[in-house]
């Protein structure tokens, strides 16, 4: 029920948005975040958003750079992420919490899409 897209190759320095589309019609009863996994590395969480988006969370590697929103009439989750690095390269994953939990732990999301590649040059 999740689609991520707008992954892509970018300079180091730009910026992309990802967007994640829920094609059901409980998208505003999910907590959505976003995860990323490099190759040979463990996944590990990026940001999330609550239901209503009236709270964030982010990792200490992409505060300041990252944003993360959602659009609960458009059913979808963005994540800008604007000065990015080469080590910001990986394949990233939109997920659902139908508990609302918004904090960095894979498992409680019970509802994962598939990835999108994001490559970083330098």
């Known amino acids: 029920q999740l689609q991520a897209s707008g992954g892509g190759l970018v300079q180091a320095g730009g910026s992309l948005r990802l967007s994640c589309v829920n094609s059901?019609?409980?998208?505003?009863?999910?907590?959505m975040g976003w995860f990323r996994q490099a190759p040979g590395k463990e996944r590990e969480f990026v940001a999330a958003?609550?239901?209503?988006?009236?709270?964030?969370n982010y990792a200490d590697s992409v505060k300041g750079r990252f944003t993360i929103s959602r659009d609960n009439a458009k059913n979808t989750v963005y994540l800008q992420m604007n000065s990015l690095k080469p080590e910001d390269t990986a394949v990233y994953y939109c997920?659902?919490?139908?508990?609302?939990?918004?904090?960095?732990?894979?498992?409680?999301?019970?509802?994962w899409g598939q990835g999108t590649q994001v490559t970083v040059s330098s």
């Open positions: 958003v609550s239901m209503s988006a009236g709270i964030t």
């Open positions: 059901g019609r409980t998208f505003r009863s999910y907590a």
């Open positions: 997920a659902g919490s139908s508990s609302n939990y918004v904090g960095p732990q894979g498992a409680v999301y019970n509802n």
